[in-house]
């Protein structure tokens, strides 16, 4: 059962990286840029989401049970606010802390200079 997990695991790995870099590829064709300088951008902005989208007890769920509430007059107990991060999480937290490490070496004279 483990190496199915953890096959599982690394296609989970394989797809989100492939996911990032056609939304990366997409951001540069969209604003004529080159690929290296949204690639910061695209990891922060793809994590962001994982967050929001894996997590409980947020902004979301608070707006809708408050929401469910108004609309029904029956209270609903708040959500405890958990984050369960998953191997797509930690996949593009790598990938944003490469492009970090290459964008820091390809525009090191800009900074330095």
């Known amino acids: 059962m483990e190496g199915i997990t953890i096959g599982k695991n690394i296609i989970w790995s394989i797809v989100t990286v492939c996911v990032m870099l056609l939304l990366n590829w997409g951001v540069a064709v969209l604003f004529s840029g080159m690929f290296i300088e949204y690639s910061l951008f695209v ?42 991060p998953s191997v797509a999480f930690y996949t593009a937290i790598g990938y944003t802390v490469v492009a970090l490490v290459i964008t820091a070496f390809y525009y090191k004279d800009y900074f330095i200079n």
Do not use: C, H, L, P
């Open 43 to 84: 990891g922060v902005v793809v994590v962001g989401i994982i967050r929001f989208m894996n997590s409980t007890g947020g902004i979301g769920s608070t707006s809708i049970r408050m929401n469910t509430q108004a609309q029904t007059g029956i209270k609903i107990d708040e959500e405890k606010q958990t984050f369960n």
